[in-house]
């Protein structure tokens, strides 16, 4: 059975930084892409960033340049690096792994493990 441990969620101020950690079992990350999404309260899940087997990350528009998605193989891990956190960062951000994809992909669909969620909060 596949299980997806999130941590490093936590509160924080603006400008602040944290970074969020996904580690898998019964999952081998080292052979599929990994992504992270959140999702506002009422909303949508909304992509944030993937990455691919081979390292190719991708990020959304409203974190480019602000987050950094990164994978170790080894340590069958991928961390999202949040820097420069808005108020509007606020939410419930999700690990996801696939194992019929490769490539870094934005479609929810594609991806079929997810985690708990953490919460990641950022006040003024």
């Known amino acids: 059975q596949v299980h997806l441990i999130e941590s490093g969620g936590g509160q924080v101020q603006v400008g602040g930084s944290l970074t969020l950690t996904c580690t898998t079992s019964?999952?081998?990350?080292?052979?599929?892409?990994g992504a992270w999404f959140r999702q506002f309260p009422g909303k949508e899940r909304e992509f944030v960033a993937a990455?691919?087997?081979?390292?190719?990350?991708t990020h959304a528009d409203s974190v480019r340049g602000r987050f950094t998605i990164s994978r170790d193989n080894a340590k069958n891990t991928i961390y999202l690096q949040m820097n420069t956190l808005k108020p509007e960062d606020t939410a419930v951000y999700y690990c996801?792994?696939?194992?019929?994809?490769?490539?870094?992909?934005?479609?929810?669909?594609?991806?079929?493990?997810w985690g708990q969620g953490a919460q990641v909060t950022v006040s003024s």
């Open positions: 990455i691919s087997r081979s390292g190719a990350p």
């Open positions: 996801a792994a696939s194992s019929t994809i490769y490539y870094a992909s934005s479609d929810y669909s594609r991806y079929n493990y």
């Open positions: 019964g999952h081998t990350f080292s052979t599929s892409a």
